[in-house]
């Protein structure tokens, strides 16, 4: 009866894969997009609405504040290129489980810090052995079960990621409103430990991943060789995390400082991450539709146009408006990328690819969080941080263009 119970899962899969698209993928997705949100919302900009709290404590400067995401962010691109190229040859399921672990017991152990160096040290592990093995691992494992339409499909985990980034703030902001910042951490550290852990042991393999099979576009000839896709598509991302990260981390506490409560502040950056959800699904199926390269050209552009405006507006109702605006078309950016890395990297070494492209993805939102906290100490306000981005987002596009322009005169037509 439990060989019949189990049997299932894996062999069903196996004798599927004859061509059709097993049915499975779709829970691969979903899983993979909760997971994210759980552990990305936490990582990427779950601290933003910690800095307040942290600085009336410790009387610590926010540019120090802001570092403690930068270690987890920086732990993050390294830990993605390492836990990336295990993915590639190791179980998925354990590089998961490891993961999830990792993630839930630095943030309960945070809810016991004391000291600058020691939310550094919990960050820098989270990121690196939490969070990076499940990003660019979990992007990967939801690519490799599609052979074709797999735009949308990490369209839909991208949006995972999306749901976190601003549900995770949120919530964050009333568990610290009653019960304190430590108290907050000790909850989310429980939290993430008992829904990562049954999510994790839900991923495996494509029964097709030792085939190397190359039916659709799943491993098909791409017009440029992997390390100069991969060195190119890290340029851009450095530029267009830095950019992203500015509104993601200081938003809220740009909104607090005109007076507004955490809980608002936060509901308005929870606002701009639900339109992002549906941004990034819009823009997987776009990328479908024209070409990943285009889409990622677009939501970027769309990001660098909009992000300075958030220090010009100071009505709470008028960010309501603006704020979701700016999400769908912001949350393209990473969608757009991820479905471009994937066009133009072999799938044999799409994880490690993947993983290192992330990493200069993570030290861009490393970079635009640490500036955007440290010209707000110089400078007493976010107009030059938010200012920074904008150029940063700009030099993205140069980048971004040229490796379209590339491709097109490589087999002339549109990439």
């Not at 930068?70 to 179980?91: E, N, W, Y």
């Not at 354990?94 to 020691?118: E, I, K, N, R």
């Not at 199926?285 to 010009?312: C, E, H, K, N």
Request: glycine share 12%.
């Amino acid at each position: 009866m439990g060989h019949a119970a189990s049997e299932p899962a894996d062999a069903v899969v196996a004798r599927r894969d004859d061509g059709k698209e097993p049915s499975y993928r779709w829970v691969i997705v979903f899983t993979a997009a909760a997971m994210l949100a759980i552990a990305m919302g936490q990582l990427v900009n779950g601290l933003s609405v910690f800095f307040i709290p942290l600085e009336e404590e410790f009387g610590w400067a926010r540019g120090s504040i802001a570092f403690i995401n930068t270690a987890g962010l920086v732990g993050l691109a390294f830990g993605g290129i390492v836990m990336g190229g295990i993915a590639d040859r190791a179980a998925i399921r354990a590089v998961c489980l490891f993961g999830a672990a990792v993630t839930g017991l630095c943030v309960l152990a945070a809810s016991w810090a004391d000291a600058l160096w020691q939310f550094y040290l919990l960050f820098f592990v989270a990121g690196a052995f939490g969070a990076g093995s499940l990003f660019a691992p979990l992007i990967a494992l939801a690519g490799n079960w599609f052979r074709t339409g797999a735009g949308l499909a990490i369209g839909i985990v991208s949006a995972g990621q999306a749901v976190g980034q601003g549900g995770v703030p949120f919530g964050t902001a009333f568990l610290i409103e009653a019960l304190g910042w430590r108290e907050a951490f000790a909850v989310l550290g429980i939290i993430t430990l008992a829904l990562l852990v049954p999510l994790a042991l839900l991923t495996r393999e494509p029964a097709h991943r030792h085939a190397r099979t190359t039916a659709g576009n799943s491993d098909a000839p791409v017009p440029l060789p992997a390390g100069v896709v991969v060195l190119w598509l890290s340029a851009a991302v450095v530029l267009c995390c830095t950019c992203m990260s500015v509104p993601l981390m200081h938003l809220v506490p740009l909104i607090q400082g005109r007076g507004v409560s955490a809980p608002e502040a936060g509901s308005v950056l929870f606002a701009m991450m639900i339109a992002a959800i549906l941004g990034r699904v819009a823009f997987g199926r776009l990328a479908d539709m024209i070409g990943a390269i285009p889409a990622y050209m677009i939501a970027s552009l769309w990001q660098t146009s909009l992000v300075f405006l958030f220090t010009r507006i100071s009505d709470l109702d008028t960010l309501y408006v603006f704020a979701p605006i700016y999400g769908f078309g912001y949350a393209g950016v990473m969608t757009g990328l991820l479905v471009t890395t994937r066009a133009l990297t072999p799938a044999s070494r799409r994880a490690s690819s993947t993983g290192v492209i992330l990493a200069f993805a993570w030290l861009g939102h490393g970079i635009g969080g640490y500036q955007g906290g440290l010209f707000y100490d110089l400078t007493g306000a976010y107009d030059v941080s938010f200012a920074n981005a904008a150029l940063a987002g700009l030099l993205n596009l140069l980048v971004i263009g040229s490796l379209f322009v590339t491709i097109r005169r490589r087999i002339g037509v549109p990439a």
